[in-house]
């Protein structure tokens, strides 16, 4: 009995602390399998959950009304191992800053890239990043633009598959991310600084 009760104590005190420590980011880059993968492969990422914001649509889903919502992924994640600009310099390099149709093969409103913002401190790192982007890229327009963040609605119910796609999926995720040229354009837009 003293066991179970330690045990209890000792998740729950976990539990409080891997809480306290968390934040959360959202950014909108494409299909949000991509998104996922390429966030949970950072350390101090605990979660990145797919879903849609940005739009005025209420409880949007990805077959149904998603009406000027943007496939986006939530990120928790702890400060003290990865910090905001570091997952800013992770999402720039991790998607087409210069396509105002979609990202890659997918193309459509919800399909752009943006970065959602909480609150004022991230809305200026958001904005410094975008600037640092623009300067390296001085020919080309940035589109990716800095919004605030609204509502986050998780696709959910039969729609749950998204979820997780590419460790669900392997096979299927690996071939659409290939036949999508993800990675391609990546390499050409970003150079060795692309984290494949």
């Known amino acids: 009995m003293k066991t179970l009760i330690l045990s209890a ?7 409080m602390t891997s809480t306290a420590n968390a934040a959360t980011a959202v950014f909108a880059a494409g299909c949000f399998w991509c998104v996922e993968k390429d966030f949970e492969a950072l350390d101090g990422v605990s979660s990145a959950i797919s879903g849609f914001t940005g739009g005025t649509a209420e409880n949007p889903t990805y077959q149904g ?10 990120i928790t994640y702890d400060p003290s191992i990865v910090s905001y600009q570091e997952l800013l310099d992770h999402f720039w390099v991790n998607h087409d800053p210069f ?13 752009r890239s943006a970065v959602f913002v909480e609150n004022d401190q991230q809305r200026a790192l958001a904005e410094q990043s975008k600037q ?24 959910h119910g039969a729609e749950e598959y998204h979820q997780d796609y590419y460790k ?10 290939y036949a999508c040229g993800r990675d391609k354009r990546l390499k050409s837009i970003w150079g060795t600084d692309a984290t494949l």
């Open 132 to 155: 640092r982007v623009a300067e390296r890229f001085p020919g080309q327009t940035v589109v990716t633009p800095v919004l605030p963040l609204k509502t986050f609605y998780p696709v």
């Open 168 to 177: 669900k999926s392997p096979v299927r995720y690996k071939a659409y991310r």
């Open 99 to 111: 396509d105002a149709k979609g990202q890659f093969c997918d193309k459509g409103p919800s399909y």
């Open 65 to 74: 009304d998603h009406t000027g919502h943007y496939e986006a992924v939530e």
């Open 9 to 15: 104590i000792l998740s729950s005190t976990i539990l």
